[in-house]
């Protein structure tokens, strides 16, 4: 290896401190419209990355991201008021890592298309699950959140998750859940529990979805049911994962920055017809770049 | 000494018999060879005794332990290791990946239970996977493939090996080649169980041959003797191998 491509290696590893030094410090120049785009994007990295840890290594794609986000937005609707919010956001980690234990135990038995269609479904359940409620006992149709800004609580989580998923990858866990998704049938014959793995991981995945959710509830001021467990949320982390790469913790980052910006462009300048646009460009990618879009790129380096 | 026992075992499919009343046991230091036509139970059989489903009825001990209806991960961490008919490495590991990490999560405590103590490199060399050490296990050639199941099979420091027809379809150079191998593998204190279909090799290099037929037991003894069993003659063979 020659010096000129030592010091772009070193660039590199050193690329997220240097961004998120930048970031820290761009409320002091940046524009709203801009800090509010940066707040939408860092929470789909961090949604895309920890779909990725669980999903994207396994192959158990799950389409319930949206439940676990959702329930993190309602904790905060429900306890912000009471409770400090730095609190708050352990409390909604606390719940939604049980809560997943609980689901994976259950639809962690199902493979395939079958757990995308449970996990998928429990979002929606959830969703009027608390909407029934709403209707027919408390009798009222969401929940107001005291508003705070949350870009600061986005940027540190986000990061937060993408060092985390950094170190977990490189545990037992991490190689556990990538033999998993290499091929189970081996892994459990060669001494991983993968009943336990899958289910730990599960639920790791979706306490850091959670914690997201919690996070960016303060955002929005009010809230209800159809925008918490909107299902853009369990659907946008599978697709910016797949768009970006699996792989690599680099897949979902770029796949979560180049979509969301994407539509945000599309949004503002075609704004009847990004839908159609957006789903032409994926369908154009997916077929020209099957493993992603790092990972062609990533291809070369190896 | 008895290190794998199997009682009475049984296993249905549905309406399916694939295994009946079938007894065997596999001594310390042994080659066993176990062979029967297609759908006789063979691959049944490794897949009770390594707990990938549980037997309908019957006991395994190993070691003397029950280890019936354990968990597959329990019993590699015991010390029983296997091999696959279709190999299934981690396709997009590399190698050494490969075994690296079934040897993380083979054995318990980094012992094993095996005498043999190699560590991945001299796996890699023993095997003959030395340069390929950086290739995607998905780019290997069967050959290699086979050799792979085996060395990632080994890197859990088994007591006890079971080796799923790792000579289907190799050519006979390559065959002798695993037929080595599994010797040398003996010698260093690995017990051996070997599903296989090349009959000239299973009968050089077992100590012993257990003949299944239609979910059934119909023979048990040295090579020799099996070849020449009428029943065995009937269901397997065909007479023009035991004229040869």
Redo the contacts between chains.
């Keep these: 290896m020659n010096l000129t491509n030592m010091k772009f290696s070193t660039l590199l590893k050193l690329s997220p401190i240097i961004i998120f030094i930048v970031l820290t410090f761009a409320p002091l120049f940046a524009k709203t419209y801009h800090l509010a785009l940066v707040t939408s994007v860092l929470c789909w990295i961090g949604l895309a990355v920890s779909w990725h840890f669980f999903s994207g290594t396994t192959k158990y794609i799950s389409l319930g991201s949206a439940a676990f986000f959702g329930v993190g937005v309602y904790i905060t609707a429900i306890f912000g008021k009471s409770l400090p919010f730095p609190v708050v956001l352990l409390l909604a980690a606390a719940i939604n890592f049980l809560f997943a234990l609980c689901v994976g135990l259950v639809t962690l038995r199902l493979k395939g298309i079958y757990f995308a269609i449970l996990t998928f479904g429990l979002a929606e359940l959830l969703n009027n699950a608390i909407l029934f409620w709403e209707m027919q006992v408390t009798g009222t149709r969401g929940r107001f959140v005291t508003p705070i800004d949350v870009y600061y609580p986005i940027l540190i989580i986000t990061f937060i998750i993408i060092l985390a998923v950094i170190i977990l990858r490189r545990t037992?866990l991490g190689?556990?859940l990538?033999?998993i998704g290499?091929?189970e049938?081996?892994?459990?014959?060669?001494?991983?529990?993968?009943t336990l793995y899958k289910v730990l991981g599960f639920a790791v995945s979706s306490m850091f979805m959670g914690l997201l959710g919690a996070a960016f509830s303060p955002r929005w001021g009010y809230i209800d049911s159809g925008m918490a467990f909107n299902p853009l949320y369990s659907f946008m982390p599978a697709i910016m994962t797949l768009f970006g790469g699996t792989?690599r913790i680099i897949g979902p980052v770029v796949g979560a920055i180049v979509i969301s910006l994407l539509e945000e462009y599309l949004l503002t300048t075609f704004k009847d017809y990004f839908m159609i646009i957006l789903g032409g460009i994926m369908i154009i990618v997916i077929l020209t770049l099957p493993e992603g879009m790092t990972g062609k790129l990533l291809k070369k380096n190896t | 000494m008895k290190l794998l026992e199997g009682k009475e075992i049984t296993k249905h499919f549905g309406g399916l018999v694939a295994l009946q009343n079938v007894d065997f046991d596999v001594h310390e230091g042994e080659i066993v060879g176990l062979i029967g036509p297609n759908g006789a139970g063979k691959t049944t059989l490794f897949n009770v005794i390594?707990g990938?489903f549980p037997s309908t009825s019957g006991t395994i001990k190993f070691e003397e332990k029950n280890i019936t209806g354990l968990?597959?991960?329990k019993i590699?961490?015991l010390g029983i290791?296997?091999t696959?008919q279709i190999p299934?490495?981690?396709?997009?590991?590399s190698v050494y990946e490969n075994i690296l990490?079934?040897s993380?999560?083979?054995?318990d405590k980094d012992k094993g239970t095996s005498n043999v103590k190699w560590d991945i490199n001299q796996i890699l060399e023993k095997f003959g996977l030395a340069d390929k050490r950086e290739t995607q296990a998905s780019n290997l050639a069967v050959f290699e493939l086979r050799m792979l199941e085996i060395a990632?099979a080994l890197a859990?420091k088994p007591r006890l090996l079971l080796l799923d027809e790792v000579m289907a379809g190799l050519n006979p150079k390559e065959t002798a080649q695993i037929t080595d191998i599994t010797r040398g593998l003996r010698d260093d204190g690995i017990t051996i169980l070997m599903i296989e279909h090349n009959m000239r090799a299973t009968m050089g290099v077992s100590d012993r041959v257990i003949v299944l037929d239609q979910g059934m037991k119909i023979a048990d003894g040295n090579p020799e003797k099996v070849c020449k069993d009428p029943q065995v003659v009937e269901a397997y063979l065909g007479e023009a191998y035991v004229e040869d």
């Design positions: 037992k190689l556990g990538r033999m290499e091929s049938d081996a892994a459990v014959h060669f001494g991983v529990n993968t792989g | 390594t990938t968990k597959p991960y590699c961490k290791a296997r696959f299934k490495p981690f396709p997009n590991m990490a079934v993380i999560f083979g054995c990632r859990t």
